[in-house]
């Protein structure tokens, strides 16, 4: 144990640095737990009702400019391994706190909705279980039980992330071996998988299920968070970013066939628990009963997989901007026995929960609207909105910090993946306006953060010490706001 660590956790108010744990094998499954879980067992039906039986391109397409934009974040991962993620890349390449600040504030709000999403897709497949808890409870409990996990340690968090992905990968070879075992029958009539059943253009069809599908493929921001926990972050980032995304990629272009093959687009756009339809169908000689409680449960860990990845982040969002002086450093305390960042995680709890509530109370108040949709339609307009800027730092930064193990992105790539994040981000919003008023009122949350840091905050870091650096010193920011 080093001086410095030693000083750490002499005090209970000392800054101390998170703890190097994740191996590269873990990270993997970390990337493809988190993208997988949400997509194809969550989405999917709300991307087939944009396309149409050929909704598997819009995945094909999603993944596509999700992995360009990864290409880029594993090259400033591996520049600067820091938990800080997309905010530090964007202060390293343009110098402007103000706007560090917003994109590190637009991803923690992506992150609260797509909890607050991923939760109540978690009920939908909970209640097939057991249809009696009102679905608000069972979210709420569901989010409690992982904001648990989360606090006990980031090591434990991670081995049973990738225990459930185990498990969730089950569950699609479930669906894609029905598929086979269709397809052997005879019955398939794959004329299915090339029909656009849409009132618009196949090209507007494909960006409007992209913009959906979009929502499953941003595993890699998530893992940027926990890059200062990572062994051998130049090694272990670019082999599990880049081999998570094309692993699910493939298996969401399986899976996305199979199920427009076996049911259908209406079908699985009309239903609340889109993938089970697979099942319920009955292709398989094995009791129907037993396939459906047992890929309801299925689901259930699949979500679950990629809402712990959402509540792993959120407080480590929180840990690094108190350590960079721009929300209060009561942010930046560890638990002293977990080393959990656990004001953080009871915060980032406390405001999916609010989300959940509210946003059950416009939908029983005949707000006209799916909350899971909207939910990931607010997601996904922030998380384009940093992509794009992550991409512009990317190129920026060309040439600079570089060493031997540093990973460079080719750069015809980024230049498509700036185009594609654009031409999604404004599709969105044009579509749907409305999200932007949401995504407004999960900002105002950081700058209440940064209003209450700016005016109460102490700055006694000492003159050596950058933001952002360990030091043994009291912690920085509004202790008691």
């Not at 989405?43 to 992995?67: D, M, N, Q, Y």
């Not at 923690?108 to 939908?124: D, I, K, N, Y």
């Not at 992982?146 to 081995?159: D, K, R």
């Not at 940093?386 to 460079?408: C, E, H, M, N, P």
Request: one cysteine or more; aromatic letters at 10%; a negative charge.
């Amino acid at each position: 144990m080093t001086s410095s660590q030693t000083a750490d956790r002499s005090s209970p108010d000392a800054e101390v640095e998170l703890t190097r744990s994740i191996t590269g094998r873990l990270l993997f499954f970390y990337v493809l737990g988190d993208v997988l879980g949400s997509g194809i067992y969550v989405l999917i039906g709300s991307v087939a009702g944009e396309v149409g039986g050929a909704f598997w391109i819009a995945f094909a397409v999603g993944v596509s400019v999700a992995a360009i934009t990864g290409l880029a974040y594993a090259e400033l991962a591996t520049k600067y391994p820091k938990a800080a993620g997309a905010a530090l890349y964007l202060y390293k390449a343009f110098g402007n706190r103000p706007l560090a600040f917003l994109v590190t504030v637009s991803f923690l709000s992506a992150s609260f909705a797509a909890a607050g999403s991923l939760s109540v897709g978690f009920a939908r497949y909970f209640l097939e279980l057991w249809d009696v808890p009102p679905a608000l409870l069972v979210a709420l409990l569901f989010l409690l039980v992982l904001t648990i996990i989360n606090f006990i340690g980031i090591t434990e968090s991670v081995v049973v992330n990738m225990v459930m992905t185990i498990v969730e990968l089950s569950g699609l070879v479930i669906v894609v071996g029905i598929g086979i075992w269709f397809v052997a029958q005879g019955d398939a009539d794959f004329g299915r998988i090339t029909e656009f059943e849409t009132t618009t253009t196949p090209i507007f069809a494909i960006i409007a299920g992209v913009a959906l599908a979009f929502f499953a493929m941003t595993g890699f921001e998530n893992v940027a968070n926990v890059a200062e926990e990572t062994v051998d972050p130049q090694r272990s980032f670019p082999r599990a970013l880049i081999g998570g995304m094309v692993a699910a990629g493939v298996i969401y272009v399986l899976v996305a066939i199979t199920a427009s093959l076996v049911v259908g687009a209406k079908d699985l756009a009309a239903s609340d628990a889109a993938l089970l339809e697979v099942v319920k169908a009955d292709i398989i000689p094995v009791p129907l009963g037993f396939m459906t409680t047992l890929f309801a449960i299925i689901a259930c860990i699949a979500i679950t997989n990629t809402t712990l990845v959402a509540v792993v982040t959120q407080p480590r969002i929180l840990y690094g901007m108190a350590r960079e002086d721009v929300v209060p450093g009561v942010f930046a305390k560890l638990h002293p026995g977990r080393r959990s960042p656990w004001v953080g995680l009871i915060f980032s709890a406390l405001v999916v929960a609010a989300l959940l509530v509210i946003g059950t109370l416009v939908v029983e108040a005949g707000g006209g609207i799916d909350l899971i949709a909207r939910l990931a339609t607010v997601t996904v307009v922030l998380l384009l909105f940093i992509y794009f800027l992550v991409i512009l730092a990317a190129l920026k930064l060309s040439g600079q910090d570089v060493t031997d193990q540093t990973f460079r992105a080719p750069r015809p790539l980024l230049y498509v993946g700036l185009i594609g994040n654009i031409v999604l981000l404004g599709y969105v919003v044009v579509d749907d306006p409305t999200s932007v008023v949401w995504c407004a009122g999960l900002l105002a949350i950081g700058g209440v953060l940064f209003l209450l840091e700016h005016f109460f905050g102490r700055r006694n870091r000492p003159p050596t010490a950058a933001p952002g650096d360990p030091t043994t010193t009291t912690t920085t920011g509004a202790e008691g706001a």
